[in-house]
Structure formats: structure tokens, C-alpha cells
């Protein structure tokens, strides 16, 4: 597809180079003919204008023909280079032509291949419950003496099933949420308060784990909105929370530096491999190695999503780790000014 798109940019390029060339070269050709011209005119009119005693081995008619034929010459040799020079210009912008629409179409054909794949990781983690769910309900249909508790037990597996859809859907909808027409949204947010929030929303499931969530933040305003900044930390919680160990603990500080507010979770945790850093926070990645991948739920979108709410209130998300002993989530974002 890109291919196609390559070959009519770099035509458009060298048509327009071309254009410009040829255009140059007959506006060239014009004054130098009649530069041409004249110059000749002065020559014959000079000869002319000599004295009769100077006697000449060629007549007058001789030298108007020779005036001729030197003219058409030296237009045509004129002609040639122009000709070669065009030839040069066309074989020279289009290789730099095709360079320049590879260099232009580049980013663009990876937003495309990016936005292809999303499409198809969305499109397969969605499948997968569906296909779940289709098989066992199939199972159960062939099964003539299924049971009351059978049903129940099929109905609540679909259920489960259900819970992930809706869980998929309401990722891949946030996603689509955060973008930059919630800044016109945008009031003063006090930092401590959407910790707070965080923290109650998250406690229940830290509870489960006897996992204890300690802050130290300070007074803080920052211009956003509020319930994405809630989402944010939750997400950070949750996770620090899901990958930790039973009566760890975890940290939130928030302080300012730099004219913007830092605000950090640490936790006591499995931590993230050097090798996996780098992608954690794209849409789908999960740390392959993770033994517990399988036991703890999660499509890979949480990050995503964490990073497309820093980066809409102008700030940005990074993370550190020691692996077996916990990692750090920073988020910077600028202070209201
Ligand atoms: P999910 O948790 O649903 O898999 P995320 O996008 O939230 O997706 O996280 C991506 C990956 O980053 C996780 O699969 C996990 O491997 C790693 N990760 C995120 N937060 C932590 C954490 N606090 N401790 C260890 N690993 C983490």
C-alpha cells in the first residue's frame, strides 16, 4: 500500500522539480538566443560599417548567410545542453525525490502499522473469551443429560467470560477517551485529594493481600482533570498491589521539583527485568517471563492507559526496578501556573 504512495509522492516531487527546470531552461534559452543574435547583428553591422578600401574575400550575402548558419549552430549546441542539463536534473531528483517521500510517508506508515496492530491485538484478546464461551455453551448443547448444577456451573464460567469483554471493552474505550478534548475540561486539581480517592478505591484489594499503603505528600495543585488523575493512580496501585507480595508495602510520595509535581508508588514487589522496561508501558505488553503471568489477570493496558493520562496533562510516566525487590513509578507533570 505504502509502496504505491512511495511511487506517486516522488513523481509529484519530480514533477514539480521538473516543471521548475524546464520552466528555467526556455525562459534560459530565450535570452541567451537573442543574446545570440545580437551579438552577431553588432558583428555583420561592424563589418559593414568598414570603409570601402578594406577589401573582403566574401561578399555581404556570404556573410548574412555565415551570420545563419553561425546562429542556428550555436542554438542548437545551446539546445543540446539544455536538453543534457534537464536529463541530469530528472535522473538526480528522482533519486532524491524518492528518498525525500520515503523520509516524509515514514512516520506516518508507522502510525499505521502501529494503529494495524493494536487492531489485531484488540481483535484477538476480545476473540479469546468469545471463543471460550462458544465452546463450552457448544459442549453443553451436545450434552443430553446435562444437569441443573451443569448449567449453572456453564452459566457461571460465561459469566466470567462476560467479565473480561466488559473489562477489554472499557480498556480499549479509556483509551480512546483520553485525548486531548478533555483539556478544554481541565480545572485545579489538589493532589493529596485524588491520592486519597486512589488510595480508598484500591484499599479493598490491598486489604485482600494485608498490603499496607503508606503516603507522604504534600499541598499540591496541578491543572487537569480529576477523575483521569483518580484512574491514574489507581492503575499504579492496582498493579504495585497485583505484583507484590502478601504484607508488603507500598509507597506514594508527592512533592514538587522543577516547577512541576513529582509524584511516585513505590512498592516491595516482584519488580520488571531491565528487558522488559522498555515496552511495559506499550498497549498489550505483558512481561513475558513472569511466572505468574498466567495467575494474574491482566491484558497489558493499564500502563497504556496510565501513560496516555500523563502525557494529555503535558507530563511524563517512567518507571525503575530491581527485580525481586520492587520498582518505582514516577510521574512528572507540569505545575499550575
Ligand atoms: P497488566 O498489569 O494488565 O498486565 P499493565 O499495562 O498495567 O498490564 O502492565 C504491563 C506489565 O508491566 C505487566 O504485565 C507487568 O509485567 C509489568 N508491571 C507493571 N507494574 C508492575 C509492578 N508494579 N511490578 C512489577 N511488574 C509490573
Redesign the pocket.
Known amino acids: 500500500m505504502f509502496h504505491s504512495a512511495y511511487l506517486k509522492l516522488t513523481a509529484f516531487y519530480v514533477l514539480i522539480v521538473m516543471i521548475i527546470s524546464v520552466s528555467f531552461s526556455l525562459v534560459l534559452y530565450r535570452i541567451s538566443s537573442q543574446e545570440i543574435g545580437q551579438g552577431l547583428n553588432r558583428q555583420t553591422s561592424a563589418i559593414r560599417s568598414l570603409p570601402n578600401s578594406v577589401h573582403f574575400s566574401f561578399s555581404f550575402d556570404d556573410l548574412e548567410q555565415m551570420r545563419l548558419e553561425q546562429l542556428a549552430t550555436s542554438s542548437n549546441r545551446l539546445k543540446l545542453n539544455l536538453i543534457y542539463f534537464n536529463l541530469l536534473i530528472l535522473v538526480l531528483s528522482s533519486g532524491a525525490s524518492y528518498f525525500l517521500a520515503k523520509r516524509t510517508l515514514r512516520p506516518i506508515e508507522e502510525m499505521v502499522d502501529a494503529q494495524n496492530r493494536f487492531t489485531a491485538d484488540a481483535s484477538h484478546e476480545l476473540r479469546t473469551p468469545l471463543t471460550a464461551m462458544k465452546t463450552e455453551i457448544e459442549i453443553s448443547m451436545r450434552d443430553k443429560s446435562l444437569s441443573v448444577s451443569d448449567v449453572r456451573q456453564l452459566l457461571g464460567s460465561n459469566l466470567e467470560e462476560i467479565g473480561k469483554l466488559e473489562y477489554l471493552s472499557g480498556a480499549l474505550l479509556k483509551l480512546a477517551r483520553f485525548k486531548d478534548d478533555l483539556k478544554k475540561d481541565f480545572r485545579p486539581v489538589e493532589i493529596a485529594e485524588v491520592i486519597k480517592e486512589a488510595t480508598e478505591k484500591a484499599s479493598k484489594l490491598a486489604n485482600e493481600k494485608s498490603i499496607s499503603i503508606e503516603g507522604k505528600v504534600k499541598k499540591l495543585q496541578v491543572l487537569g482533570d480529576r477523575q483521569s488523575l483518580v484512574e491514574l493512580l489507581i492503575?499504579l496501585l492496582d498493579?504495585?498491589i497485583?505484583?507484590s507480595p502478601e504484607k508488603s508495602t507500598i509507597s506514594i510520595e508527592a512533592f514538587t521539583k522543577d516547577k512541576q509535581v513529582v509524584m511516585t508508588v513505590t512498592?516491595e514487589?516482584?519488580?520488571?527485568k531491565a528487558s522488559?522496561l522498555p515496552h511495559?508501558f506499550d498497549r498489550f505488553?505483558?512481561?513475558d517471563t513472569?511466572r505468574n503471568k498466567e495467575k494474574i489477570a491482566?491484558?497489558?493496558?493499564?500502563?497504556?492507559i496510565a501513560k496516555q493520562i500523563v502525557e494529555l496533562h503535558g507530563g511524563t510516566i517512567s518507571a525503575e526496578s530491581h527485580p525481586g525487590q520492587g520498582?518505582v513509578f514516577t510521574i512528572k507533570i507540569p505545575l499550575e501556573s
Open positions: 492503575i498493579n504495585a497485583k505484583y512498592d514487589g516482584q519488580g520488571i522488559d511495559i505488553y505483558r512481561a513472569s491482566g491484558y497489558g493496558l493499564g500502563l497504556a520498582s
